[in-house]
């Protein structure tokens, strides 16, 4: 068993050692190519002869951040009812080959993604050509979509850490779009009608104002015609304006109840987005603080202080801002009041003092290894070029943050933390258990 076990790490050190060399010989697995169909469809494609799959995905700049006051929900059932396409079972298409859909609603983005063997991809291109097209909503689609909704939300069955980390997001961001972040999803206005889901459909969700990938095991040639194929003839239509920019309010104080038997202390602070040149550095900022047991605030509230029984750090990053997040897991004696101080101390003390230059590169190893392991599959490649066209407005940005990571120093970790840790963008968040009367 001891063999065993050294035969799995010195074949896991190996692999690490392979993905780190090809990252350094530039032979990124995110390399692509960029074409623009003449109706305005962008097409981003990533080739892999050694891959067992292909992966096709539509990705739109639509999600709740371009909403008007009236409109909540509107993204969420806009995207749900063009994913399912009028189908009781619109992915029957997918499974009779072996394939897999998926669908992401977030506030910047909205996704359709299709998994398919190689020699499927046309059956992929159709499936999300279909839902890029005009198709009128009816009153009963909309309202068995509203039920769905309504069972997703009592359901509720995100972990607990997850809904805390949405809690933050709303004290972080107050009067902004990303305060909904994470959220239950919504049932949507009252007012919504089938005219305003099909307006925004005809408009925000059509092949004109999308990029498409595909990574994975396709020749190149042969994919971009099939694209026009599929989507050449597809109209061209003009996108509403991107909504102004509202500035949230000040970062708040927030208390509420949690099923978790241990009270939660969760500390977050608002950061800029995921094409500012920082993004980096942030990421390696939360590594640092708290992406291991052995980093910065496990060592200070488990082992120095005795005051938390588990620690953890993120950063979660948007097209317009981003969320530094930390938190501690509180033993049951300790002062709610020192466990605050003492995290505060513990994560503002970087703005002071630059990260030992070991520790930095320990989690520095961390973020690089989870970012490559995070690249194998051609879904995951998808997913990290989209959203690197719709978050950071490249999909080439994908490719560039493994050459950031890389790149940024202990001394950029302070000069970062100093510019994101002020106080008006700081949130306080306490999770308390429900059979208890409050902190202590």
């Known amino acids: 068993m001891m063999l065993a076990r050294h035969t799995r790490l010195a074949t896991t050190l190996c692999v690490l050692a392979g993905l780190f060399v090809a990252v350094s010989a530039h032979a990124s697995p995110l390399s692509t190519t960029r074409s623009t169909l003449p109706n305005g469809m962008r097409v981003v494609l990533a080739p892999d002869p050694s891959a067992t799959a292909v992966d096709a995905a539509l990705w739109f700049?639509?999600?709740?951040?371009?909403?008007?006051?009236?409109?909540?929900?509107?993204?969420?059932?806009?995207?749900?009812?063009?994913?399912?396409?009028?189908?009781?079972?619109?992915?029957?298409?997918?499974?009779a080959v072996g394939g897999e859909g998926n669908i992401v609603a977030t506030p910047d983005y909205t996704s359709f993604g299709a998994t398919v063997p190689p020699q499927s991809l046309d059956v992929a291109l159709a499936f999300l050509a279909a839902r890029s097209l005009p198709r009128a909503t009816t009153a009963a689609e909309l309202a068995a979509e509203r039920a769905a909704l309504k069972l997703d939300g009592e359901r509720n069955d995100r972990p607990p850490v997850a809904r805390a980390i949405a809690r933050l997001w709303s004290a972080a961001w107050p009067g902004h779009a990303y305060a909904n972040?994470?959220?239950?999803?919504?049932?949507?206005?009252?007012?919504?009608?089938?005219?305003?889901?099909?307006?925004?459909?005809?408009?925000?969700?059509?092949?004109?104002?999308?990029?498409?990938?595909?990574?994975?095991?396709?020749?190149?040639?042969?994919?971009?015609?099939?694209?026009?194929?599929?989507f050449g003839a597809q109209a061209r239509t003009t996108a509403p304006a991107a909504p102004t920019a509202v500035a949230p309010r000040a970062a708040q104080r927030a208390r509420a109840r949690t099923e978790l038997p241990v009270r939660l202390c969760l500390v977050g602070w608002r950061a800029p987005g995921a094409g500012d040149a920082d993004a980096a550095a942030l990421e390696l900022l939360a590594a640092w603080l708290g992406g291991q047991p052995q980093a910065r605030l496990g060592r200070v509230l488990m082992n120095d202080w005795k005051l938390a029984v588990a620690t953890q750090a993120g950063f979660v990053a948007q097209r317009e801002g981003s969320l530094l997040w930390t938190m501690a897991a509180v033993t049951p004696?300790?002062?709610?009041?020192?466990?605050?101080?003492?995290?505060?101390?513990?994560?503002?003390?970087?703005?002071?003092?630059?990260?030992?230059?070991?520790?930095?590169?320990?989690a520095r190893r961390q973020v690089e290894t989870s970012a490559l392991f995070a690249l194998q599959t051609a879904r995951q490649r998808s997913q990290?070029?989209?959203?690197?066209?719709?978050?950071?407005?490249?999909?080439?940005?994908?490719?560039?943050?493994?050459?950031?990571?890389?790149?940024?120093?202990?001394?950029?970790?302070?000069?970062?933390?100093?510019?994101?840790?002020?106080?008006?963008?700081?949130?306080?968040?306490?999770?308390?258990?429900?059979?208890?009367?409050?902190?202590?």
Not at 67 to 91: C, D, I, M, V, Y
Not at 201 to 222: K, M, Y
Not at 342 to 356: E, H, I, W, Y
Not at 394 to 413: K, M, N, Q, S, W
């Open 181 to 230: 972040t994470g959220a239950t999803p919504s049932q949507g206005a009252a007012a919504i009608t089938p005219a305003d889901l099909d307006a925004w459909r005809r408009t925000r969700l059509s092949a004109s104002n999308a990029t498409l990938t595909i990574t994975g095991a396709f020749d190149a040639d042969s994919a971009l015609a099939a694209v026009r194929r599929r």
């Open 333 to 362: 004696e300790a002062d709610s009041g020192a466990v605050e101080t003492t995290l505060l101390d513990a994560v503002t003390g970087v703005t002071r003092q630059a990260p030992d230059a070991m520790e930095f590169e320990r």
């Open 61 to 95: 700049p639509a999600g709740s951040r371009n909403e008007k006051a009236t409109q909540s929900g509107l993204a969420l059932l806009a995207a749900r009812l063009t994913f399912r396409n009028g189908a009781g079972l619109p992915l029957a298409p997918l499974t």
């Open 384 to 440: 990290a070029l989209g959203e690197a066209e719709m978050l950071a407005g490249d999909a080439a940005a994908a490719e560039r943050r493994l050459e950031a990571l890389h790149r940024v120093t202990p001394a950029d970790v302070q000069r970062v933390a100093a510019r994101v840790m002020t106080d008006a963008g700081r949130a306080t968040l306490w999770l308390l258990p429900e059979n208890t009367g409050g902190a202590r």
